[in-house]
């Protein structure tokens, strides 16, 4: 009997056993969700193709370009106009007073900046008529025919200050061949030999500036010296004469009438 019963409890432990696996097998196991694939979005593949696109790598390089020129718009200024020869010879102008720094710098080269435009308004009118108005309303596209007329009218007044031996000296060492027209001198080649006829034409206004002042000078210092005063110094008592004099001939006037007169 007790035999019988250890088999049975055999029996029905492994039948039970063995409907627990098929009840295991029957019921679907929980679906893990996957990892969600990375995906890039349609909109930032868009743009990265319209950044290295042609057309805008041709805009980046112009807004480059832009900026280099603007960077370098005072040096432009002083090397294409009427600036370099009005700051040297007001600059001769206080070295010969014996006034240190009056007139101040600033004051100086306001000055200077304010005749320059007064002298290339003319300038730089026929540079707005021919070169940005059009561009503005669409007649001229490129920006290369932009460029060649704004700088026809800078090119024709550089031309007419230019001394031609200063020119054909920067032709000689850029190893040119002899220009027939003034379309045949590069831009390049124009601009040192305008400026060094500016700084010619400057130091001769200095030369004749020097002239006066220095006369004064020579008869005060020669006034002490007879006068037995060795050890006082003859400029602090010739600014006094040279200020005076400045004034009563209408110095300033006369100066800047002749430097306006100059580019006519």
Same mark, same amino acid.
């Given at each position: ?210 002239? /006066? #002042?220095? =006369? +004064?000078?020579? *008869?005060? !210092?020669?006034?002490?010296?007879? $006068? ?11 600014? /006094? #004469?040279? =200020? +005076?004099?400045? *004034?009563? !001939?209408?110095?300033?006037?006369? $100066? ?9």
């Amino acid at each position: 009997m007790g035999k019988t019963r250890k088999a049975i409890l055999l029996v029905a432990g492994g039948m039970l056993l063995m409907s627990a696996c098929a009840v295991a097998q029957a019921v679907p196991a929980p679906s893990v969700p996957a990892p969600p694939t990375p995906t890039v979005d349609n909109a930032v593949i868009r743009n990265v193709q319209n950044f290295i696109a042609p057309q805008q790598i041709s805009t980046s390089l112009s807004i480059v370009l832009l900026v280099t020129v603007l960077s370098l718009a005072p040096a432009i200024l002083v090397m294409t106009t009427s600036f370099t020869r009005i700051i040297v010879v007001l600059g001769f102008l206080r070295q010969a007073m014996a006034t240190q720094q009056s007139p101040p710098n600033q004051v100086l080269i306001g000055l200077a900046l304010f005749l320059t435009f007064f002298i290339m308004a003319p300038t730089y009118q026929e540079v707005n008529q021919k070169a940005i108005q059009p561009y503005i309303r669409g007649e001229i596209t490129s920006q290369q025919e932009v460029m060649t007329a704004a700088l026809e009218p800078i090119r024709t007044f550089m031309f007419k200050q230019v001394n031609p031996r200063d020119l054909a000296l920067f032709i000689e060492i850029a190893k040119l061949p002899r220009p027939n027209t003034p379309d045949d001198v590069p831009t390049l080649v124009l601009v040192p030999g305008f400026i060094l006829s500016e700084l010619r034409i400057a130091f001769q206004i200095g030369f004749l500036i020097y002239i /006066p #002042f220095l =006369i +004064i000078d020579m *008869v005060v !210092a020669s006034t002490l010296m007879a $006068m037995g005063m060795l050890m006082l110094p003859p400029v602090f008592v010739s600014l /006094p #004469f040279k =200020i +005076i004099m400045f *004034v009563l !001939a209408d110095g300033w006037r006369l $100066m800047l009438e002749s430097l306006v007169q100059s580019f006519q």
